[in-house]
DNA sequence: ATACAGGCTCGCC
DNA sequence: GGCGAGCCTGTA
């Protein structure tokens, strides 16, 4: 296979792409192959490089954020015991820049779900829906497009294994194709604006869209609140504290982690899934989030 | 086996 | 405006 060369400073490839962030890429031989949109690639790392499939090279930079500038992030971030360890832990992680409908979509039925489930959701949805691209001679399938999903049934949904996400990924689709929901003109609303409309759309509350805000419009200060990160920000930031609320977590996040929100969340929700153990034994439930201690 | 997942929504208080 | 339950499906 020919490939070509691009510098990538700061950058762990298979540390990125195994981050919860994105849901399609497979590993094949020393690398991966996957579709930025609808272009197939294949790429592997050597070193501070990257070796990539030639057509579609000029996609790399920008789609794995190259230019952000990781160091500083880094630096930036709070220092404390968990975000060091996190740190040192997820060191060349980036935040990447994905297509804004193909990141909502796949975080709709993202909910309650894992990341081994969500990408068979995925595979499922293109392979039945999506649009197929050659890459040499084996066929990929590029997640499909609002309009093709907005005439799918939701039994057709469902026989990709969507359950209750069926409906509302069929709604939202139907909402982006029709124009009702302008993905792409909603880049100039400020961060509140922006959170608003997506969590206006069906299957989308304050987590999904926070992930799509950090993973799809660059909102590097956007911090996605899950089971895990609730676990962590816990027993890391506040183990006296008998309870909170959901509202006072995400304030304290905002100014504790301010601009590098973002990539800190990552760093951390990373670090906590590949280090426990397990999951946890007493899983983490709702009432975790509740009521009344003083956060600050 | 059967509980429970990287959540949203609705009905109830 | 907080709380609980239900929702589909695959996996441990």
């Known amino acids: 296979m020919n490939l070509v060369e691009v510098t990538a400073q700061d950058f762990d490839l298979s540390l990125t792409l195994d981050s919860g962030q994105v849901f399609h890429w497979e590993k094949q031989g020393a690398g991966f192959v996957g579709l930025i949109g609808e272009a197939a690639i294949y790429l592997e790392q050597s070193g501070d490089k990257l070796l990539v499939t030639p057509d579609t090279v000029a996609l790399v930079p920008r789609y794995f954020a190259l230019d952000h500038p990781l160091r500083e992030i880094c630096a930036a971030f709070p220092n404390d015991p968990a975000m060091n360890a996190a ?55 590029a997640f499909p497009s609002a309009a093709r999903l907005a005439r799918a049934t939701e039994k057709e949904l469902r026989e990709c294994a969507l359950g209750y996400r069926a409906k509302n990924l069929l709604a939202t689709a139907q909402r982006v194709a029709s124009g009702r929901a302008d993905l792409e003109a909603w880049c100039v609303l400020g961060d509140e604006e922006l959170r608003a409309r997506l969590c206006e759309l069906p299957g989308v509350g304050a987590k999904v869209a926070n992930c799509v805000m950090l993973f799809a419009y660059e909102r590097l200060r956007a911090f996605p609140i899950d089971v895990w990160i609730a676990r962590v920000l816990r027993e890391k930031y506040f183990p006296r504290a008998r309870k909170f609320t959901a509202q006072r977590l995400r304030v304290f996040c905002d100014e504790y982690f ?39």
């Open 87 to 141: 740190r040192l832990y997820c060191d060349g992680l980036r935040i990447i820049r994905q297509p804004r409908w193909e990141c909502l979509a796949s975080f709709i039925t993202s909910s309650m779900k894992q990341v081994a489930h969500i990408r068979k959701m995925s595979r499922a949805l293109r392979e039945r829906f999506g649009k197929p691209v050659m890459l040499y001679e084996s066929h990929l399938y």
């Open 258 to 296: 301010g601009a590098q929100g973002g990539y800190a969340q990552q760093y951390l929700f990373h670090h906590a899934r590949k280090t426990a153990a397990r999951p946890s034994r007493r899983p983490l439930k709702d009432r975790d989030f509740a009521s009344t201690v003083d956060v600050r």
